[in-house]
């Protein structure tokens, strides 16, 4: 699982791609048949990539269609994860009764206590559950 503190939009892959090879988002819009808006979306990281545009993507950079779907994967799973961790920060005072000190001493606990989420994750992994 990643630690990361922030995601990669799989557009951030592509507009190097792009520079590397010197196309412009216009040029690739019209090589994918698709309007700049999408590209521009896609780039940002405000829509998602669909296999069929993966696809298209291929087609156009030669990089495999896999790839550009495992870039989009990692990058929605990241914005879940850290949507996940703001929730789970929110919830750290819930579970100060806990005996927390017990199961860090124990190995059970290993996030840093400035890691408020870490914490109450790795508290709910050791019950096995997924909500306090």
Known sequence: MSKTNYAV????YLDEWLEENHMTRTELAARLGASRKHVSQLVSGKVPL???????LALVTGVPARVWNN????YRADLARLRKDAVLAGRFEEVSS??????????HI???SSDRAGV???????????EV
């Not at 669909?50 to 298209?56: P, R, T």
């Not at 806990?98 to 190995?107: H, T």
């Open 9 to 12: 939009p799989t557009g951030s």
């Open 50 to 56: 669909s296999y069929e545009v993966a696809e298209d």
């Open 71 to 74: 870039y989009e994967a990692l």
């Open 98 to 107: 806990f005996p927390i000190g017990y199961l860090r001493r124990s190995g």
């Open 110 to 112: 290993t996030a840093k």
């Open 120 to 130: 109450v994750r790795q508290l709910l992994e050791f019950f096995n559950v997924a």
